[in-house]
T-cell receptor
Framework: AQKVTQAQTEISVVEKEDVTLDCVYETRDTTYYLFWYKQPPSGELVFLIRRNSFDEQNEISGRYSWNFQKSTSSFNFTITASQVVDSAVYFCALSEYGNTGTASKLTFGTGTRLQVTL | KAGVTQTPRYLIKTRGQQVTLSCSPISGHRSVSWYQQTPGQGLQFLFEYFSETQRNKGNFPGRFSGRQFSNSRSEMNVSTLELGDSALYLC?????????????FGPGTRLTVL
């Protein structure tokens, strides 16, 4: 069975600090997709990034960057110069193929609560 | 482009009642998935519908059911409510049903069972 582990339950930083959220996954599929979502207090899950198992190129988008390492089954997410508005719960997720052969289901980690204070 | 819409946003029901939640997808999205989020179990997959057919189902009892209409809108129903059904129910939609298709989530329906 597929599994996503986010070992960090809660992280507190002061504004402008850099913070890295860890994600480790397990899957037997050779083709899979990894996602990061952000859940602010309003409750809606906001999509941040998607990566497929063939694309290990790391990416930087503004203050966000992602580090995908297939060799260690990790997909970490870094926020540079954090801001109070970054406070939210961040979820790492893995797509899973159902019995129909299509990727129907997202398996989520337990989430990391990020608190950014002034 | 309008996002995923879920109605109602909040619901309070009592044990034994039934409830129907609605999800309207982003225009052009044909796949709708439902997830349950609780503090104890986290985010769990309920089921997915694509072209009015259920494509995959999670490990939930038969009290949880759903359907999808020809316009891709979806409803989920929970019968004989239990206290443990109190949760945030999130709907996610995407264009197709392949792994590369990103799921976009609605704001959720917060269900409280008393």
């Amino acid at each position: 069975a597929q599994k996503v582990t986010q070992a960090q339950t809660e992280i507190s930083v002061v504004e402008k600090e850099d913070v890295t959220l860890d994600c480790v996954y397990e899957t037997r599929d050779t083709t899979y997709y990894l996602f990061w979502y952000k859940q602010p207090p309003s409750g809606e899950l906001v999509f941040l990034i998607r990566r497929n198992s063939f694309d290990e190129q790391n990416e930087i988008s503004g203050r966000y960057s992602w580090n995908f390492q297939k060799s260690t089954s990790s997909f970490n997410f870094t926020i540079t110069a954090s801001q109070v508005v970054d406070s939210a719960v961040y979820f790492c997720a893995l797509s899973e193929y159902g019995n129909t052969g299509t990727a129907s289901k997202l398996t989520f980690g337990t989430g990391t609560r990020l608190q950014v204070t002034l | 482009k309008a996002g995923v819409t879920q109605t109602p946003r909040y619901l309070i029901k009592t044990r034994g009642q039934q409830v129907t939640l609605s999800c309207s997808p982003i225009s052009g999205h044909r796949s709708v998935s439902w997830y349950q989020q609780t503090p104890g179990q986290g985010l769990q997959f309920l089921f997915e519908y694509f072209s009015e057919t259920q494509r995959n189902k999670g490990n939930f009892p038969g009290r949880f059911s759903g359907r999808q209409f020809s316009n891709s809108r979806s409803e989920m129903n929970v019968s004989t409510l239990e206290l443990g059904d109190s949760a945030l129910y999130l709907c996610a939609t995407r264009k197709g049903n392949l792994g590369m298709d990103t799921q976009y989530f609605g704001p959720g329906t917060r269900l409280t069972v008393l």
